[in-house]
């Protein structure tokens, strides 16, 4: 289905970015009744949503504005948008966090404790009972916690189906428009220039994710998301061999780092295609897309030691994407003061898939003038202007 | 092996690669030749394994000589020390240059881990070289058709393989189909092991060929050919019916007969002219398509052939762009054996005055006539055989586009019309088709072809390279990874 | 090689013979089996498609090694062939079928 670009000239809403967070925007932009266009520069997905692994996690968050928002967006996904769950592949699989040593064991108790104090499910499993959840995982390990809220999706279809239910809702989608500058009255953005020519509405999101700061340059202002790069190794087709994600106490403490060096914790989970996804690597290396052996061989490496099964299987493809973060490890959702009429919802991170939901649902409830679910203010625009001056 | 560089690296054993390897060596480079068959020959020059029958009789065999004296050039520089040869070797990995310049290491694994002791012998699982010749070699390109999923169908090129390597005939009763005149030899080898050949199916028409003979007149070896077959033909009375499809396959487990039927010029089935045959094995060939995975990773130049296959872009003395990078063979467009050849001496002279070694002008521009000749007559076969244009509407919304994933050609209907995905690389993220096993190389020039033609618009190179786009050139093992985890420093 | 005897593999506890040269995919296709797997999602069976190495449909188990391409492995005697699809090696349920079929052997 291709739109004739001459659709959704004129809008209520742009929405520029057609990845998870900007077709969560669309959609809740829409179902609210406002006229919205989609712009991208690239396909569908053409950023990290199409290269990550579908999480929506509770287990790697403390408390603070970020776990207020996970758990928001949780809820989202399981009323909201529960009638497509099917559609792309949400499975509520849950989420095995496991220890190697006694005292990551310790670490990892003390964490669920915390956790539960902020209203995470969370179990704790003893190093003999880990076999009832993963029936080949390591022997070797000595403590586990389960986290039932753990969920994936298939991202490309999350942005697919939503972005269509937004059509259906009279949105126009218009992709390879790549947004080259803002048209303003005064301070404010009241369109945007394409090469395919002018787009007008009177509120604009950036949804551009690790590329949403070149978009706050073409508005004049400064939005710091920069890339970290990760790396999954994608395995053959296998029968339900691994079934909830699982992973390394480790993991937690590289999420909330900041450190600009390579870091890998492994990630191991299957999919509904059989493939099992074998994460993650964080790494500040711009937006190099060379292989990086070290990182696979690693990866390959501590997905054995977790699940010695995997030995003989094939690894057959790998994939990277750049996480879009902040310096602070939390997204810009909002309005931004600066440019009336400009929202951000990007900076997402690790967890933009998750958040996704939750941050199209706030964002469309700004944009309408309505009291919005969650308090926005940890996640302003302009705080890092503070930093700045 | 690790603390060694070689000065050429040469990826694949066939007559582009043979050609290359030998030519390097004769003028002083060391190389190490690298091929996943267990002897040299590719698929061309595929033969039963010698260590087992000894020598045996090439009737099948075009060039054997060529073939014969360039394995002996390779003996004698194995010999020599001049080439160290990796077979069985699959390479899985170029890892990115360093720095300014063109070394690289190459990371191998065994083809296959079972079988022969002789076979699956641990090969090194590395190599370094400064410069790297890819002549990786095609295979047959495949266009879906209902049924085609079913045991006893199978490439063309299989059915050959199966006679040439493993001197077995496939089935009974045998039809052949597609496009091309690699269909000829298929049919013939088919009938002369003895087993009945009901029909070649030709799309296009034969008479498409008139206006190439001069073309093809300045290849003599290609006219002898066809003429032979053509006796042959008539020996075992082959019916070849042109602007003829295969337009489904039927069978409960395995193939039990075909309908055909006869299409317009532009591969529109016309109604009435359907047969059916009783058959238990079915050979499918759309022409070649090259492996484009390597020159892909190494971030080679691609464009889209005149026979609408992605292939490498290299100038006129094999180079690829990418400092060190050369390529030769059917990665550069679909020419036959005899273009391999001389492009893969190409490239070996141009890496040597490359690196500094005196080579013969006179030598380059005597391969550069040769291969112009045979790129003339490419075309022409290309343009001849060209792949029908409307061929999506053969396919039924059942009929299965990706084998490993299991993808129906509704499936890619409804990511389309539902889900607005409006390029190659949108319905394989949104559907899977290529997600598999294979990695697209059975289904990629189709899914580029359907994509476009959902879309209402001729192929692009990109439709094509996202579905030549392997980030692993084999699968390998997670265990071979990890191996690598305790040698590799950041 | 001279034996008649000696050209049998072993292909699910049945005695399957093969010519010198033969790959394991030629000598099943040669004992009239065409099929020996069956797909993830459908369960349609499969066989030799592409007989070069490219297109993954002929896998199936030999010596124990999972995922071997039928038709790029060479015939050798003696060698044991599962067909079936089996994907993993080492797991309690394999282990399982693995004990009844040889019994005599231990896992590495």
């Known amino acids: 289905m291709t739109t004739a670009v001459e659709s959704g000239r004129t809008a209520d809403v742009i929405v520029i970015g057609a990845g998870a967070v900007g077709a969560a925007t669309a959609y809740f932009a829409a179902r609210a009744g406002l006229r919205v266009t989609v712009l991208d520069s690239g396909p569908l997905a053409g950023g990290t949503s199409s290269a990550c692994e579908g999480n929506i996690l509770v287990s790697d968050k403390e408390a603070g504005p970020e776990l207020d928002l996970s758990l928001y967006s949780q809820k989202i996904w399981r009323e909201d948008l529960a009638e497509f769950a099917d559609l792309f592949e949400f499975e509520s699989k849950g989420g095995l966090v496991v220890a190697a040593s006694e005292r990551s064991a310790q670490s990892l108790h003390d964490l669920t404790e915390r956790q539960r104090a902020s209203g995470i499910q969370v179990t704790n499993v003893p190093a003999n009972s880990l076999t009832d959840y993963e029936p080949h995982i390591s022997k070797k390990l000595t403590a586990g916690a389960f986290y039932p809220e753990d969920a994936q999706v298939q991202p490309m279809l999350v942005v697919a189906h939503l972005l269509r239910l937004a059509r259906e809702l009279g949105a126009f989608v218009h992709t390879r428009t790549p947004v080259t500058g803002f048209i303003r009255k005064g301070a404010a953005a009241i369109g945007v220039q394409t090469p395919q020519g002018d787009f007008h509405a009177p509120s604009i999101v950036n949804a551009a994710g690790t590329w949403a700061g070149n978009i706050a340059d073409l508005a004049g202002i400064h939005v710091p998301v920069l890339p970290r790069r990760g790396f999954v190794l994608v395995t053959e087709p296998l029968p339900v061999t691994i079934h909830h994600k699982v992973y390394a106490a480790e993991y937690v403490d590289n999420v909330l780092s900041s450190d600009a060096g390579l870091q890998t914790s492994p990630v191991v989970e299957g999919t509904d295609s059989g493939t099992v996804l074998i994460g993650s690597s964080r790494e500040r290396v711009g937006f190099d897309r060379t292989v990086s052996l070290p990182v696979l061989a690693a990866l390959a490496a501590k997905a054995i030691d977790l699940f010695p099964v995997l030995e003989d299987i094939k690894a057959i493809r790998h994939y990277h994407g750049f996480r879009p973060y902040c310096p602070d490890h939390l997204p810009v959702i909002g309005p931004d003061p600066r440019v009336p009429g400009l929202w951000h919802a990007a900076g997402h991170e690790g967890a933009g898939i998750g958040l996704s939901a939750g941050t199209g649902k706030l964002i469309a409830q700004s944009i309408i003038g309505i009291s919005t679910d969650l308090p926005l203010g940890s996640f302003a625009p302009e705080r890092f202007e503070q930093v700045l001056t | 092996m690790t603390d060694r560089v070689f000065d050429i690296g040469v990826i694949g054993a066939g007559p582009a690669g043979l050609a290359a390897a030998t030519a390097a060596a004769s003028v002083g480079l060391s190389v190490v030749l690298i091929d996943a068959g267990s002897q040299p020959g590719g698929q061309y020059w595929r033969h039963p394994d010698e260590q087992q029958v000894g020598e045996t009789d090439h009737a099948g065999h075009h060039d054997w000589t060529t073939f014969t004296t360039m394995r002996s050039a390779l003996h004698t520089a194995m010999e020599a020390g001049h080439i160290t040869y990796l077979p069985d070797t699959q390479l899985w990995l170029i890892d990115p240059v360093k720095e300014a310049t063109a070394r690289r290491t190459l990371r191998l694994t065994n083809s296959y881990t079972a079988g022969p002791e002789q076979h699956i012998a641990r090969r090194p699982t590395e190599v370094t070289v400064d410069q790297l010749i890819l002549c990786p070699g095609g295979y047959d390109r495949q266009l879906p058709v209902p049924g085609w999923d079913l045991p006893g169908v199978m490439a063309a090129g299989g059915v050959q393989a199966l006679l040439k390597g493993s001197r077995t005939v496939a089935g009974r009763r045998a039809i052949i189909a597609g496009t091309g005149p690699f269909l000829l030899p298929v049919a013939v080898g088919l009938a002369e092991a003895g087993a009945e050949v009901v029909s070649i199916c030709e799309a296009g028409a034969i008479r498409n060929w008139l206006p190439h003979v001069a073309a093809a007149a300045q290849v003599p070896s290609k006219g002898l050919e066809g003429a032979q077959y053509a006796a042959l033909m008539a020996k075992h009375r082959i019916p070849y019916r042109s602007r003829t499809i295969i337009r489904a396959i039927h069978g409960e487990t395995s193939v039990e007969a075909v309908t055909t039927c006869k299409v317009d010029s532009s591969g529109t089935p016309i109604a009435g002219t359907e047969r059916r045959y009783e058959v238990d094995v079915v050979g499918l060939g759309w022409g070649f398509t090259p492996s484009l995975e390597l020159p892909v990773m190494v971030g080679a130049q691609t464009r889209r052939d005149v026979d609408g296959s992605l292939v490498a872009v290299v100038d006129d003395q094999q180079r690829s762009g990418i400092p060190g990078v050369y390529i030769a063979g059917e990665a550069t467009g679909v020419g036959g054996a005899s273009m391999a050849v001389a492009e893969g001496k190409l490239a070996a002279l141009t890496a040597a005055a490359d690196s500094g070694r005196p080579i013969s002008p006179r030598d380059v521009s005597r391969l550069q006539h040769k291969i112009k000749r045979f790129r003339g007559f490419a075309v022409a076969m290309h343009t001849a055989h060209p792949v029908p244009e409307a061929w999506t509407g053969w396919l039924e919304p059942e009929t299965v586009v990706c084998r490993c994933e299991e993808v129906n050609y509704g499936d890619l209907c409804t990511a389309h019309e539902e889900l607005q995905a409006d390029d190659a690389r949108t319905l394989k993220l949104v559907a899977r088709p290529g997600m598999g096993w294979c990695q697209g190389r059975v289904c990629g020039y189709a899914i580029a072809g359907i994509a476009a033609s959902l879309c209402g618009r001729e192929p692009s190179e990109e439709d094509l390279r996202s579905q030549g786009k392997r980030t692993l050139a084999s699968p390998v093992a997670l265990s071979d990874l990890a191996a690598l985890n305790n040698e590799i420093h950041l | ?108």
């Open chain 3, 1 to 108: 090689m001279n034996n008649n005897d000696e050209r049998l593999m072993d292909c699910d506890g049945a005695p399957l013979p093969y010519e010198p040269g033969q790959s394991i995919g030629a000598a099943l296709m040669n004992a009239g089996i065409t099929s020996w797997r069956t797909t993830r999602k459908d369960g349609k069976p499969r066989g030799l498609f592409c007989g070069i190495g490219v297109c993954y449909d002929c896998l199936l188990t030999v010596d124990g090694q999972v995922n071997q391409r039928a038709c790029v492995v060479p015939a050798t005697s003696g060698a044991k062939i599962e067909t079936g699809g089996r994907v993993l090696k080492d797991t309690a349920i394999q282990k399982e079928t693995d004990k009844a079929a040889r019994p005599e052997e231990s896992h590495d």
